[in-house]
C-alpha cells in the first residue's frame, strides 16, 4: 500500500522559514494537500494541489511537490503556527495521510 | 457558508455497530460536485480516512475497513451517514465528516487526479468499551 512518511517534528525560531517534508514514492506525479491541526481543533486546509493556497490562508504559507518529495514551507513564522501538519495525497482509489509532523515555534 | 455536524452515539460495545450522522448546513448536499468524507483519529495519533460518498451513491473506502464499513447519504435530509461493524478498542478515536473535492483528467498524455477535505466537521468521540 501506498505510504507517505513525514518527520515527527520540526522546531523553527519566530520570523524564521519552517520547511516540512513528505515523502512517497513518486509522489510528484500525484497532486499533494496540506492540513494544520491545533490541539482540539479540526484539521484545517492549508495548501492544496501542490501550491494553491485556500481563502483566508495566510500568503506565509506555500507548497511544492517534485520527484519523490513535497515540501510545506512557511516563510516568516509566527508562533499561532505551531500545530501538527499533515499531507494527503490519492493513490488509486483511496485517500493517503503522512503521520503528521509537529511544528514547534521556539 | 457550508457548516458539517458530526452526531451519534459517544459510547459504543465491543462488536457492537458504530453509527454516526453528518448534518451538512449552509448549502445543499447535492449541489456542486463534491463528495462527502468520514476521517477518524485516535487520541494523540494521526489521521486516518474512513471513505467517501458521491450523492450518486458511489463509494470509496479505505482498504484496511472495508469489510466493515458502509457509508450512505440522505440528500432529503442533507445528511450522509458512517456505520462501522465490529467494533473493538482500536475503533476508538475522534470521527470527522469533511466536504471533499475530486477531479480527474489529462495533462497532455499524463493523467492526474487531486483530491482534497476543504471543510471538516468539529469532530465527535467515540469511545468502544463494555
Known amino acids: 500500500s501506498y505510504e507517505l512518511t513525514q518527520p515527527p517534528s520540526v522546531s523553527v525560531s519566530p520570523g524564521q522559514t519552517a520547511s516540512i517534508t513528505c515523502s512517497g514514492d513518486?509522489?510528484?506525479?500525484?497532486?499533494a494537500c496540506w492540513y494544520q491541526q491545533k490541539p482540539g481543533q479540526s484539521p484545517v486546509l492549508v495548501i492544496y494541489?501542490?501550491?494553491k493556497r485556500p481563502s483566508g490562508i495566510p500568503e506565509r504559507f506555500s507548497g511544492s511537490n517534485s520527484g519523490n518529495t513535497a515540501t510545506l514551507t512557511i516563510s516568516g513564522t509566527q508562533a499561532m503556527d505551531e500545530a501538527d501538519y499533515y499531507c494527503?495525497?490519492?493513490?488509486?482509489?483511496?485517500?493517503?495521510f503522512g503521520g503528521g509532523t509537529k511544528l514547534t515555534v521556539l | 457558508q457550508v457548516q458539517l455536524q458530526e452526531s451519534g452515539p459517544g459510547l459504543v460495545k465491543p462488536s457492537q455497530t458504530l453509527s454516526l450522522t453528518c448534518t451538512v448546513s449552509?448549502?445543499?448536499?447535492?449541489?456542486?460536485?463534491?463528495?462527502w468524507s468520514w476521517i477518524r483519529q485516535p487520541a494523540g495519533k494521526g489521521l486516518e480516512w474512513i471513505g467517501r460518498?458521491?450523492?450518486?451513491?458511489?463509494?470509496n473506502y479505505n482498504p484496511s475497513l472495508k469489510s466493515r464499513v458502509t457509508i450512505s447519504v440522505d440528500t432529503s435530509k442533507n445528511q450522509f451517514s458512517l456505520k462501522l461493524s465490529s467494533v473493538t478498542a482500536a475503533d476508538t478515536a475522534v470521527y470527522y465528516c469533511?466536504?471533499?473535492?475530486?477531479?480527474?483528467?489529462?495533462?497532455?498524455?499524463?493523467?492526474?487526479?487531486?483530491?482534497?477535505?476543504?471543510?471538516w466537521g468539529k469532530g465527535t468521540t467515540v469511545t468502544v468499551s463494555s
Open positions: 469533511a466536504r471533499s473535492l475530486g477531479r480527474g483528467g489529462y495533462s497532455g498524455s499524463e493523467q492526474y487526479y487531486y483530491y482534497y477535505m476543504d471543510v
Open positions: 449552509g448549502g445543499s448536499i447535492s449541489s456542486g460536485s463534491y463528495y
Open positions: 460518498i458521491y450523492t450518486s451513491g458511489s463509494t
Open positions: 513518486k509522489l510528484g506525479d500525484k497532486y
Open positions: 494541489q501542490d501550491s
Open positions: 494527503q495525497a490519492w493513490d488509486s482509489t483511496f485517500v493517503v
